[in-house]
């Protein structure tokens, strides 16, 4: 079968579907100016304890990370893996933003989104999380805005 010959807008036509012929622009020109790359904005927070939030500073210190200055509960409660196979509680995650002073230059301060986590100890009923640790630092991005 020879194939249709028929411009796009012809056929958009012909369905009566209309079609913009508008011109697009270049995917050049579509590109963000350069800059220092993303840069990142303190989350609302979801829910506040003051004791799990000294746990986590001390938890991305002890990692080699500088102390931070301010860390923020992004989820209002923890979130709930479970195992792919059988559907049995693996371990309980929650997202943090970290603020902490940049080392190379302390007048900086950056941000990371990191997740904490603790493990199930136990089978079915009786069983209990364990301590919780780091165990995603995430990356770090320039912060902007207000502590």
Known sequence: ????????????????VGVSTAAQPPVSA?????GPGPVSYLLRPGADDPALRGEMARLFAARGLPRPVR???VEPDWQTERLPDRGLIARRTRNAAVVYRDPAAPKRLLLRYALFAADWNGRGRGGRYG?????DPGRPRPFVGRL
């Open 1 to 16: 079968m020879p194939r249709s010959t028929l411009p796009v807008v012809g056929i958009a036509a012909a369905l009566g």
């Open 30 to 34: 579509a590109r963000p100016a350069a």
């Open 71 to 73: 860390l923020v509960l």
């Open 131 to 135: 301590a919780v640790y780091l165990r």
